[in-house]
C-alpha cells in the first residue's frame, strides 16, 4: 500500500546528542515536509523540500538539518542545538493533484528528551 | 503574522446530534482551507477542503466558507463516538505560490461525542 513510513515510533535521547528521524514515502510526491506538534498546538513547519537535492527552512529550522538525496526519503536530523527537542515529529508529503494544502502524514515519531 | 483561530474545547456533543467547529482567519488574502481531522496520539487527517464560498458537503461533513467574515467552519451530521477527535483547521494563500508550506494551521478543536 501506499504511504508515508516514519521510524521510530518513539525515540528518548540524552542531553546533547544529536538524533535522526526517518522518512520514507512511495507516493511518488516530489513535496516532503516535517512538523513539529506540542501539546495543545497547531503543526509548525520545519523544513520542506519541493524536490530532490533541494530543501528550504520552515519557521522554526533552528537546531534542525535535513537532506533530500533521494525522492522517496527526507530524515531529520535533531542536533543538540535544539533548545526544547521534545516533541511530536510529524512528516509529510505533498498531493500533486493541484490542492495545495492536502498533505499525507506518516505516523509521527515522538521524542523524548532525558 | 497570518493566524488560524479556533476555540480549544472541548466541545461536547451528544450522539446523533450536529458538531459545529469553526475557525477564523487574520489574512485576507486566503484562497484555500482544510480541516483535518487528529486521532489521541495519531497523525492528521484531511477530511475537508474548500476553495469558494458556500457551502461543500461530503457524506456526514459540510464544510461552510464566508471569506468577507474570513470565517469557515464544518459541520458534523448525526455524529457518532468515532467521530471523537481533535480538528484542526488549515489556511493558505496564492502568495506562497501555491505550496503547502504556505499553509497556517489552528491549534485545533477536541470533539467528544457523548454516547
Known amino acids: 500500500d501506499g504511504g508515508i513510513t516514519q521510524s521510530p515510533k518513539y525515540l528518548f535521547r540524552k542531553e546533547g546528542q544529536n538524533v535522526t528521524l526517518s522518512c520514507e514515502q512511495n507516493l511518488n510526491h516530489d513535496a516532503m ?53 521534545t516533541a511530536f515529529y510529524l512528516c509529510a508529503s505533498g498531493g500533486d493533484r493541484g490542492l495545495n494544502g ?12 532525558l | 503574522q497570518k493566524e488560524v483561530e479556533q476555540n480549544s474545547g472541548p466541545l461536547s456533543v451528544p450522539e446523533g446530534a450536529i458538531a459545529s467547529l469553526n475557525c477564523t482567519y487574520s489574512d485576507r488574502g486566503s484562497q484555500s482551507f482544510f480541516w483535518y481531522r487528529q486521532y489521541s496520539g495519531k497523525s492528521p487527517e484531511l477530511i475537508m477542503f474548500i476553495y469558494s464560498n458556500g457551502d461543500k458537503e461530503d457524506g456526514r461533513f459540510t464544510a461552510q466558507l464566508n471569506k468577507a467574515s474570513q470565517y ?24 506562497s505560490g501555491g505550496g503547502a508550506d504556505g499553509l497556517t494551521f489552528g491549534k485545533g478543536t477536541h470533539l467528544i461525542i457523548q454516547p
Do not use: H, M
Open chain 2, 72 to 95: 469557515v467552519s464544518l459541520l458534523i451530521r448525526d455524529s457518532q463516538p468515532s467521530d471523537s477527535a481533535t480538528y484542526l483547521c488549515a489556511v493558505n494563500s496564492w502568495e
Open chain 1, 102 to 113: 492536502e498533505l499525507f502524514f506518516g505516523e509521527g515519531s515522538r521524542l523524548t528528551v
Open chain 1, 33 to 85: 515536509y516535517w512538523y513539529r506538534q506540542d501539546p495543545g498546538q497547531g503543526l509548525r513547519l520545519i523544513y520542506y523540500s519541493q524536490i530532490v537535492n533541494d530543501f528550504q527552512k520552515g519557521d522554526i529550522a533552528e537546531g534542525y538539518s535535513v537532506s533530500r538525496e533521494k525522492k522517496e526519503s527526507f530524515p531529520l536530523t535533531v542536533t543538540s542545538a535544539q533548545k526544547n527537542p
